[in-house]
């Protein structure tokens, strides 16, 4: 989000509308950020939607996650395609041809990609042999991408880091990208006010019901068009009206 200036865009739409101005206190992976919250350096925290989120909540530190933005995951692999994949649109039709032809496929580290894959192959019932199931321990994605090209296999990854270069790539190419099951969500919430009581509560919770207004996902469904490549980089979650 910071990366591709979509939160600091949004930061500055969100200035413009309410007067309310936002202060960046942490960005990072999710350890970092989870931090600022429990040490009650932040009024407001979003990322991906994971156990670190739910502790946050559990533990008395924030308060009231909404989901409100996706991010996505596209398969990727070795340019001999050996599943023959490139250009499907169908996770689990692609995931199936990887099972039948007994292509390498190189799982994460990342709790997240896991999360997916597992998601995936299981609502298709899609069982790949545990011989071309390759689990990673890596935490540094780009030895991943090495290993994926090594294997001449296929791997899960996030659309956004992979098409702005952010790791190291052997040659790898996008394989399987536009199934909403390879999405992602990000949670918001906020500080909990009775761990808290210095916390700005309703400012956090106007930018919390402006990140899931309508004019907001409206916003989102064409930010960064055209950036990485044609299509937008985020995209909106579906929202009850009368929640």
């Known amino acids: 989000m910071i990366d591709t200036q979509m939160f600091v865009e949004l930061g500055a ?33 979003t990322m991906h939607s994971s156990d670190t989120m739910v502790n946050l909540v559990a533990d008395g530190y924030a308060l009231d996650p909404q989901p409100w933005v996706k991010n996505e995951l596209i398969i990727v692999g070795h340019k001999d395609d050996p599943a023959g994949i490139r250009g499907m649109t169908d996770a689990v039709a692609a995931l199936q041809k990887i099972a039948d032809t007994q292509a390498p496929f190189i799982v994460h580290s990342s709790l997240g990609s896991q999360e997916v894959f597992r998601d995936v192959s299981q609502a298709g019932g ?6 071309q199931l390759i689990f990673s321990p890596e935490q540094r994605k780009h030895a991943v991408l090495g290993l994926t090209w090594e294997k001449h296999g296929y791997t899960l990854v996030g659309r956004i880091p992979f098409l702005d270069n952010k790791m190291t790539n052997p040659g790898l190419v996008i394989m399987v990208q536009g199934d909403q099951s390879l999405r992602r969500p990000y949670l918001a919430a906020v500080a909990n006010p009775q761990r808290f009581p210095q916390t700005r509560i309703e400012s956090a919770r106007k930018l919390g019901a402006y990140l899931r207004s309508p004019a907001t996902q409206e916003w989102l469904l064409h930010y960064g068009e055209g950036k990485l490549d044609q299509r937008p980089l985020f995209f909106p979650v579906v929202i009850d009206p009368h929640h």
């Open 13 to 45: 739409r969100f200035e413009a509308d309410t007067g309310i101005k936002i202060e960046i206190v942490a960005t990072g992976p999710k350890d970092t950020i989870a931090a600022a919250m429990r040490q009650g350096r932040a009024d407001f925290i």
């Open 126 to 131: 899609v069982s790949l042999d545990h011989e």
